[in-house]
Structure formats: C-alpha cells, structure tokens
C-alpha cells in the first residue's frame, strides 16, 4: 500500500465529496481527552486492520487577540467557530475533525505517514493563523500545530497524541 495520498480528494483526480457549505459542520464534538483518545483508536484499529498508514494532527488555538484592547467572549467564540471552519475547508471530507473544545481539535489523516501530516499541517498554519474581521473589529489569531504518524510515533492512540503534543501541551509551533 502506497504511503502517500493526495492531500485532499480534488488532488487524486477523483469525483469527491461536494464541497461543504459554510454553515455544515464537520467537526465532531466530543466530551474531552478520553474520547478524542478512544476514537483516534477506533480509527487507528480500522488502519492497522488494512495495514495502511494514519497521521494525527493536534490543533491548540493559543491566542485571540486584537490591538491593546480586550476581547469579549462573544467575538472570540465567532472567530473560533471561523477556525473551524477553516480547518474544516483544509482537509479531506474522508478525513476526521475531533472538537474536544473551542481551543482545542484534532484531525485524524487516514492514509496519511509524516510528510503529509506536516504539509497539512502548514497549509492549516497558514490558512487558520493570520487577521480575523468580526464586528468591525480586527482580531489577531495563532495557532499551535502537533503532529504525529502511525506506525513511526506509535501504534496507540495515546502514543499518537502524546507525540503530537496534546498531553504535554508541545508539538511544532506556528
């Protein structure tokens, strides 16, 4: 089995999913650590089933924040759905979007080894870090990137996300 695929569906050459609309949600919510932990192993049982590859990318979104003044709770809750949404329109639609917080969100890379997760890693970097327009008001936001591949950081999901800096709050910057 090849270790590379494209990185999203329109890149194989193949008809995909249609595109999402805006206000569809891909990302799953889920109730903390555990259950990202249990079905990042789920998906990695199916992987290690078919022999393949899996990558796992850990998303902290570490600062909202607009020039000298503070930010109300609402403003950053629309910038964080706006993340989202962002990180949802950056990957595939086979690809699976955990939302353990408004912080916090993990995307499992089926077929993915290290060298995709790290291109979809910076695509998402660039694509989600960066001015945020809300109310009128421009809102700064940076994000925090870990990333981590099955079989070469582990064959647990534990492993996976420890790696890829959920637990100990490391990974690659951005």
């Known amino acids: ?77 629309r910038v964080r759905q706006e993340v989202s949404n962002r990180i949802g329109n950056a990957v595939r639609a086979s690809d699976t979007i955990l939302r353990e917080s408004d912080r916090d969100a993990c995307v499992v890379l089926p077929g993915a080894d290290m060298a995709v997760a790290a291109r979809v890693g910076e695509r998402l970097r660039r694509m989600v870090n960066g001015d945020y327009r809300v109310g009128g008001e421009l809102l700064q936001v940076r994000v925090h990137i870990g990333a981590a591949a099955h079989p070469a950081h582990g064959a647990r999901a534990a492993e996976l996300l420890r790696h890829a800096g959920r637990d100990e709050g490391g990974g690659e910057g951005g």
């Open 1 to 77: 089995m090849s270790t590379t695929r494209p990185e999203r569906e329109e890149d194989c050459g193949l008809p995909g999913a249609p595109p999402c609309p805006a206000d569809l949600k891909r990302a799953t919510a889920v109730s903390g650590p555990a259950e990202v932990q249990a079905r990042v192993e789920l998906l990695l049982a199916q992987c290690r089933r078919r022999g393949g590859v899996l990558a796992v990318l850990c998303v902290r979104v570490d600062t909202v924040a607009r020039s000298g003044l503070a930010v109300s709770a609402a403003m950053e809750q």
